[in-house]
């Protein structure tokens, strides 16, 4: 169910700062599905959690921490090349801006402090790309923690640009041996790591997913996207309320930012870009609304892709960051009570989008969030007043890191 809104800061409008029950459900989905080793942990961190919420000091150096080293407010773009290809209006949040290039470091801000409150001073993650790992590393170094992250050995071979990148900011980067050698085997890694060592660590999970209080605490962590697109959009339009906002969603952490302070508002449609890969039907795809049944993974009930016997299929999508096989439980619900609508977006939509973006706008955009520009393609059929809309697109992450797909996919 979804709760009341509560008040978390002294602003004229009335902000959320919860969406799940006590337990973690967003309707049938979410919760905590864990070992009776984990218990301590999780209960320590959910307390540790919801006192942060009314916890001023806390509050004040994470947004210090925003403003300062992530480099906070990022812009509301206007992007009037695209906008006129597509006929309507259409803004850029701009995540791509922040430090590490993308919106994973307001999470990871936010947890360092948080594992700062508790007294560890040892961090364990997982990644995949290496995405959460570099954010991950990146605010270790700042905080002066030790940092180990769990790395599938065959993404580490992948991804070399980022594994050096978290050596260069003192990480250890540890190999995942087990099953496909990719992203759930490194999160089951890091999961057993810090079963083994709870009382000086701290995990931190990367997207909405896990156990509660994860999927809450990390979508409270990046609702500051919303939070912000509510005030640039007044500022420009004179209304906090677009009529549509666009997100990709691999784990959902960038969209169920987005989203935050629009899931009361029902004049906005709310948009996922889910990875279609080579296409729903072709076996090789990562779309779980589209493709998933109900299940556990990582602690939480959730759609997954997974065989009728319940083993989890590899998910497959040209972006790294998107090919994981279950999804936050908020976006489960979101799209089972019809809140919100999911897209399912091929490679090659993806891979043209993000070309088109380059040429019209100047911004390289990251893979994953060319996936939720591809959808632009899809109102524009689906909305026969498309052209008097107002649009925001979450633009995650900035594509450096995706310039050798780019090539070689364009043949340049
Ligand atoms: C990791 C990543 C994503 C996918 O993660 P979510 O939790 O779904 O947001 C999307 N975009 C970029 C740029 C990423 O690095």
Not at 59 to 68: G, S, V
Not at 90 to 118: C, I, M, P, S
Request: glycine residues 10%.
């Amino acid at each position: 169910m979804i709760n009341q809104t509560e008040n978390i800061n002294t602003q004229k409008t009335i902000l959320r700062s919860k969406i799940s029950d006590e337990r973690g459900y967003y309707g049938q989905f979410g919760g905590a599905y864990i070992p009776e080793m984990l218990y301590p942990n999780i209960e320590e961190i959910t307390k540790a959690y919801y006192s942060l919420q009314n916890d001023e000091e806390f509050k004040k150096e994470f947004r210090n921490l925003l403003r300062d080293y992530v480099g906070r407010p990022t812009p509301l773009y206007l992007a009037k090349r695209l906008s006129e290809k597509y006929g309507t209006k259409v803004y850029l949040k701009r995540e791509d801006l922040n430090h590490t290039g993308a919106h994973k470091v307001n999470n990871t801000v936010g947890q360092v402090l948080l594992a700062k409150k508790l007294g560890k001073n040892k961090i364990v993650a997982e990644t995949g790309a290496g995405q959460h790992g570099v954010a991950t590393a990146t605010v270790c170094a700042l905080m002066g923690m030790e940092c180990i992250v769990f790395m599938g050995e065959i993404d580490i071979e992948r991804q070399q640009p980022n594994v050096q990148r978290m050596k260069m900011l003192g990480a250890e980067v540890r190999p995942a041996l087990s099953g496909s050698k990719t992203l759930k085997d490194a999160t089951n890694e890091a999961m057993r790591y810090w079963i083994n060592n709870p009382v000086d660590t701290h995990y931190i999970i990367g997207s909405v997913v896990g156990p509660h209080p994860y999927p809450e605490m990390v979508a409270w962590f990046q609702s500051v996207i919303s939070e912000e697109m509510r005030n640039q959009l007044t500022e420009k339009e004179g209304t906090p309320n677009p009529d549509y906002v666009i997100a990709c969603v691999g784990g959902g952490s960038n969209a169920a930012g987005a989203f935050y302070h629009y899931i009361d508002e029902k004049d906005v449609q709310l948009i996922g870009a889910e990875a279609a890969g080579l296409g729903i039907s072709s076996g090789e795809t990562a779309a779980t609304i589209a493709c998933g049944t109900l299940g556990v993974l990582h602690g939480s009930k959730t759609l997954l892709m997974q065989t009728k016997d319940g083993q989890v299929v590899e998910p497959y999508s040209i972006s790294a960051g998107l090919d994981y096989p279950g999804i936050g439980a908020l976006h489960a619900y979101l799209a089972d009570s019809k809140r919100a609508k999911f897209y399912a977006i091929t490679d090659d939509e993806a891979m043209q989008a993000g070309e088109e973006l380059a040429l019209l706008e100047g911004i390289i955009p990251a893979i994953e969030s060319a996936h939720a520009l591809a959808v632009l393609n899809n109102l524009k059929e689906d909305d026969k007043d498309f052209s008097k809309k107002v649009v925001i697109i979450n633009l995650s992450g900035r594509g450096d890191k995706d310039l050798s797909a780019y090539s070689k996919y364009l043949g340049m």
